[in-house]
């Protein structure tokens, strides 16, 4: 059970850093149509660094279902499962767009976050 723990951690780092770094707004605004607006992204340090925590996203996905696997009660649902655990990382993703990109959720907005993470907690249990 530490080992899923410990999976859901690096997973919720990895996908918060991911989105957080992608999320600035000098990277993503303009005309990304346009062909050398695209090329100026994807050689951007910021969208190299997004897409390694991408991929290390997807690996610590990958143990977590492992992980779960070997778990006979959880094993004949464990990607449904993991899909769920890792929604957990909404909530450091909000956080870390609060501090890091200034963004505020509205009451309404809060709400329904809470709602959903309410209901992801219901389905793990």
């Not at 000098?26 to 190299?48: M, Y």
């Amino acid at each position: 059970m530490l080992l899923i723990i410990f999976w859901i951690i690096i997973y919720c780092i990895a996908n918060t850093f991911s989105i957080v770094l992608l999320g600035d707004r000098s990277l993503i605004s303009g005309n990304l149509l346009n062909i050398d607006n695209i090329i100026r992204l994807i050689i951007n340090w910021k969208f190299i660094l997004a897409m390694v925590f991408a991929v290390l996203t997807r690996v610590s996905f990958i143990m977590i279902n492992n992980s779960l696997l070997k778990i006979p009660k959880l094993a004949s649902a464990s990607t449904s499962i993991a899909t769920f655990a890792t929604l957990l990382s909404l909530i450091f993703i909000l956080l870390a767009n609060y501090f890091f990109l200034n963004e505020k959720l509205n009451l309404q907005q809060a709400i329904g976050a809470f709602i959903v993470l309410v209901g992801v907690t219901i389905m793990v249990k």
